[in-house]
């Protein structure tokens, strides 16, 4: 019966939440999702990490590699995050190019980690011109239940800081230019910490009705939708 009322009359569903001050699954109004978070998740990753809001799941791997920098910033590395919003994760999504949802993510994502400075690019530079490390930050959502953009800056920001030795860093081998041939020596018996500077804060709210607000669900949206970062 709740079922078919929810389908047939979602807002009335959820106003007859609101009346209680509760949520359908039985939080306050104001309370958030359990959040619980693992970090290391993938072996084969440099830092990763894996979190969950609510039945919200989200895992971030990140690869370092070597490039040139580019022209317009050449003492200045790259960091590349990429949102993927697969069909596992709901039936909402569809096989393919990424959608239009992805790819606001993913601009999110990119605009946080430059807004925030989480990471001065400087410091991935290794020779200006000549090297720099390149951070892929792949975030894949394994199952979609709101509060997407939270989950992507929290799993981000814990797979970056990686936590090695009770350090909160990412370690990179230390490498530099052979004088002689112009190549990257590559030291992975020695690395170098890679800084977290800033660590943003990511807090999704809806308002329901102009009345009432919380943390965002994707079940029922007829207010608007605002997604706060804050950093420190």
Not at 75 to 94: A, E, M, Q, T, W
Not at 104 to 119: E, L, M, N, W
Not at 170 to 176: A, C, G, K, R, S
Request: aromatic share 8%; charged share 25%; proline share 6%.
């Amino acid at each position: 019966m709740a079922a078919g009322f929810k389908t047939a009359e979602p807002l009335e569903y959820h106003r007859s939440f609101l009346k209680e001050n509760c949520r359908p699954d039985g939080r306050e109004l104001g309370e958030f999702r359990l959040t619980t978070l693992n970090i290391g998740s993938i072996n084969t990753a440099d830092g990763s990490a894996l979190v969950k809001i609510g039945n919200t799941t989200v895992i971030c791997g990140i690869k370092a590699e070597l490039a040139a920098p580019s022209t317009d910033a050449p003492d200045k590395g790259y960091i590349v995050p990429n949102v993927d919003l697969p069909p596992l994760c709901s039936s909402r999504f569809r096989p393919g190019p990424p959608g239009e949802q992805a790819q606001a993510a993913s601009q999110f994502i990119a605009d946080v980690i430059d807004g925030s400075k989480i990471i001065k690019k400087e410091e991935l530079c290794i020779e200006k011109s000549k090297l720099c490390w390149v951070l892929y930050c792949d975030i894949i959502c394994l199952d979609y239940d709101g509060n997407l953009l939270d989950a992507c800056v929290i799993t981000l920001l814990a797979a970056l800081k990686n936590i090695t030795h009770f350090s909160f860093v990412v370690q990179l081998p230390t490498v530099t230019i052979n004088k002689e041939t112009d190549l990257a020596d590559v030291d992975i018996q020695h690395k170098r910490h890679l800084h977290i500077n800033k660590q943003p804060v990511a807090s999704t709210f809806a308002v329901f009705d102009d009345d009432h607000s919380g943390p965002y669900s994707r079940r029922g949206k007829p207010g608007f939708i605002v997604n706060y970062c804050s950093h420190r």
